[in-house]
Nanobody, 115 residues
Framework: QVQLVESGGGLVQAGGSLRLSCAASGTIFRFNAMAWYRQAPGKQRELVAA???????NYADSVKGRFTISRGNAKNTVYLQMNRLKPEDTAVYYCNALYGISRYWGQGTQVTVSS
């Protein structure tokens, strides 16, 4: 069974930084694409950053220049470096992975940015 496990969330003051990690277990294949989504209270889940199947990266306009997605040396690991955090970045952040038509989600990690 494929599992994605996120870590690295927490409470940080505005202007601070956090680094989220996501590692997959239970799979021998390499995901076609991996991404980070987030969901704030009362809002829909939204894409934050992604590695697409062709290796390029996409970012939400709200995080461009502040967040960086990267893949680890270990297969099926992905990171999200978040700098200059703002209170509006407060949300549960989810790791997402795609293999063929199968999509997998982590359980989420809370990021809270205080003003």
């Amino acid at each position: 069974q494929v599992q994605l496990v996120e870590s690295g969330g927490g409470l940080v003051q505005a202007g601070g930084s956090l680094r989220l990690s996501c590692a997959a277990s239970g799979t021998i294949f390499r995901f076609n694409a991996m991404a980070w989504y987030r969901q704030a209270p009362g809002k829909q889940r939204e894409l934050v950053a992604a590695f697409t199947s062709d290796g390029s990266t996409n970012y939400a306009d709200s995080v461009k220049g502040r967040f960086t997605i990267s893949r680890g040396n270990a297969k099926n690991t992905v990171y999200l470096q978040m700098n200059r955090l703002k209170p509006e970045d407060t949300a549960v952040y989810y790791c997402n992975a795609l293999y063929g038509i199968s999509r997998y989600w982590g359980q989420g990690t809370q990021v809270t940015v205080s003003s």
